[in-house]
């Protein structure tokens, strides 16, 4: 039997998360989270890409900020244009590992697989819709 990529499902979000540096928010959006990590895009603006870092998240339907540090995977800059791209014209992506934060760990997982549930919920019923309507025609 062939063993899945990943341990969890990942889901596209839009949410603003704040990476803890040097005693300074720094700001940006979360596009892709997983019970076990979170990608993060926001203008490029120099310095190093730092290994551990305390994180903010704000998810989307929840009232509540969740904290977790951030173990980094990858780092990478990406050209774009327009203000998302800032001074620079670059925009940069981490990736985090959630390395700690028990209990909201346990809130992201549960956002996470309930979120992927609908959206397949979802996805099923409109390709039995297109289904049905093949067959009638």
């Known amino acids: 039997m062939a063993k899945p990529r990943r341990e969890s499902p990942r889901i596209g979000i839009e949410a603003l998360c704040w990476e803890l540096v040097e005693g300074r928010e720094t700001s940006g959006l979360a596009v892709d989270l997983s019970s076990l990590g979170l990608r993060i895009e926001r203008p490029y603006v120099g310095g190093p ?29 990406v050209p774009h244009a327009g203000p998302a791209g800032g001074a620079l014209g670059l925009i940069r992506r981490t990736g985090y590992r959630l390395v700690a934060a028990a209990r909201d760990l346990r809130m992201i997982k549960e956002f996470v697989v309930e979120t992927d549930r609908a959206e397949r919920r979802a996805l099923a019923n409109v390709s039995l819709a297109a289904l049905g309507a093949t067959l009638c025609a």
């Open 49 to 77: 890409t730092r290994r551990e870092v305390p994180l903010q998240l704000e998810i989307p339907g929840i009232d509540e900020v969740m904290w977790a540090k951030g173990d980094a995977c990858f780092d990478v800059l």
